[in-house]
């Protein structure tokens, strides 16, 4: 049979308010508001609850995807092998622990050393930070962030960049500041553009040329720090992404499946923390997007046009910001709160429930 039930005593938590279920297929036609989010520097906001998203702390969302509200609870539809599922996750507090560890909410709310965890997130973002600005262009790059790694690339005339000194070609983001050059390109002219393109070209070849090996791009003291701090993160936060690994890969081990991460975070820092924290391999970069100029809910509807609305999307992460998007444009919502929904999710997935 093409159903399977799915007994609602079986699997609690896979059950929502009937309320919540989409009324169309995940990835139809929703909305982008183009809501405002939050940018990098050490806040992550999410705000209040935007009107009619149900509270859903502490345990996972599922609606649609493949689920159906039947007699006898909710059936679930197996995926054909032909069938393409999408998930879209956040980074910060999801797949990794960062944020929280400089707000002091990750020590508060699991009975956590604050000195500890604090002191573990200011060396880990001093690190992000100096591989951003010193490698990946930040120094240049923050006020001229994009969405995507393609998203200039039409500027971009093919020069080859082996012998291209970046550091004396005229280039100047909008605070100024940048480039050597006696006549600096003017900001927006085809030339800076052209030099903006280049410096995301670059980012690009950094970003597959050390993503399996981001200590190559470190001292060695630094990259000695890397090691001690990514142990000790995992550590203190009980194996969180390590734990967020194993679904990761599950769903990178399908071959009718993928992983995209939207994160708030600008997309150079964003670059910097997927390599630190040894994610290079699970996302390649034109899998990666952000949300800081745009808001997810139209980074949804970027990643639909790219994708279609014929695959199934699922929304993971543990902000209202993507759990509201996630409910604009129909989709899933897998919310983590706890080491448990990460757990919880990894089943889910092994049983092929999601």
């Not at 009619?52 to 609870?73: D, E």
């Not at 400089?102 to 020590?107: P, Q, V, W, Y």
């Not at 003291?221 to 194993?246: G, H, P, Y």
């Not at 034109?286 to 609305?309: D, H, L, Q, V």
């Amino acid at each position: 049979s093409a159903y399977n039930s799915l007994g609602q005593n079986q699997f609690a938590q896979y059950y929502v308010s009937p309320s919540y279920l989409p009324g169309r297929v995940p990835g139809a036609d929703g909305d982008a508001t183009g809501a405002t989010a939050a940018g990098y520097p050490a806040t992550k906001t999410e705000g209040s609850v935007p009107a009619g998203v149900p509270s859903t702390a502490g345990r996972p969302v599922v609606g649609g995807a493949g689920l159906v509200q039947g007699g006898a609870g909710f059936v679930l539809i197996r995926v054909s092998p032909a069938t393409q599922r999408i998930f879209l996750w956040d980074l910060d507090e999801t797949i990794i622990i960062f944020h929280s560890l400089l707000t002091g909410t990750f020590a508060q709310k699991f009975g956590k050393d604050p000195a500890t965890v604090l002191n573990l997130g200011l060396q880990m973002e001093e690190l992000i930070f100096e591989l951003a600005d010193t490698h990946l262009f930040f120094n240049d790059l923050e006020e001229c962030d994009q969405v995507h790694i393609e998203d200039v690339a039409s500027d971009d005339n093919g020069q080859d960049l082996g012998n291209y000194n970046f550091a004396s070609d005229g280039f100047s983001g909008p605070s100024g500041g940048g480039g050597a050059a006696p006549t600096p390109a003017v900001q927006g002219g085809v030339e800076w553009m052209r030099k903006l393109a280049f410096r995301y070209r670059r980012l690009r070849e950094i970003y597959n040329g050390y993503k399996n090996n981001v200590g190559g791009l470190l001292s060695p003291m630094k990259r000695e720090l890397l090691v001690r701090l990514q142990s000790e993160i995992e550590t203190v936060t009980d194996c969180w992404l390590s734990t967020a690994l194993k679904s990761l890969l599950l769903i990178q081990s399908r071959g009718r499946c993928m992983n995209i991460l939207v994160t708030t975070t600008q997309l150079v820092p964003a670059l910097a923390k997927v390599l630190l924290y040894g994610l290079g391999d699970v996302f390649p970069i034109e899998n990666i997007y952000s949300a800081t100029k745009i808001g997810k809910e139209s980074c949804f509807e970027r990643i639909i046009s790219r994708f279609g609305k014929k695959v199934t999307y699922v929304v993971i992460g543990d902000g209202r910001d993507e759990e509201f998007a996630a409910k604009q444009h129909n989709m899933p919502f897998w919310r983590i709160s706890t080491h448990g929904d990460l757990v919880s999710l990894h089943q889910a997935l092994e049983l092929d429930f999601l």
